[in-house]
Nanobody, 113 residues
């Protein structure tokens, strides 16, 4: 099966930016998305991009985050701008909106002064 590896997280100041990457071991020709799970909360949908390039965002990140994909490289990215402390979470990628693949380890994003 396709394996997913997230990277690019880290510690950033409020208002800062990060670019997350999701590397897949195989072709990702289907709709892909980013999810996040904050401490003590359920995993939530953040952004989605279809095979045709259409994008969808949760209201909480709309206008600040941008999802993109490079099918030739089997990668999905999430550009995160204007980060807020409430964006702090572990970020995961998967098919979206239905998460059909095994979850990767995720990448930690911490937004703090």
């Amino acid at each position: 099966q396709v394996q997913l590896v997230e990277s690019g997280g880290g510690l950033v100041q409020p208002g800062g930016s990060l670019r997350l990457s999701c590397a897949a071991s195989g072709s990702i020709f289907y709709s892909m998305g980013w999810f996040r799970q904050a401490s003590g909360k359920q995993r939530e949908f953040i952004a989605r991009i279809t095979s045709g390039g259409s994008t969808y965002y949760a209201d909480s990140v709309k206008g600040r985050f941008t999802i993109s994909r490079d099918n030739a490289k089997n990668t999905v990215h999430l550009q995160m701008n204007s980060l807020k402390p409430e964006d702090t979470a572990v970020y995961y990628c998967n098919t979206a909106p239905n998460s059909l693949l095994s979850w990767g380890q995720g990448t930690q994003v911490t937004v703090s002064s």
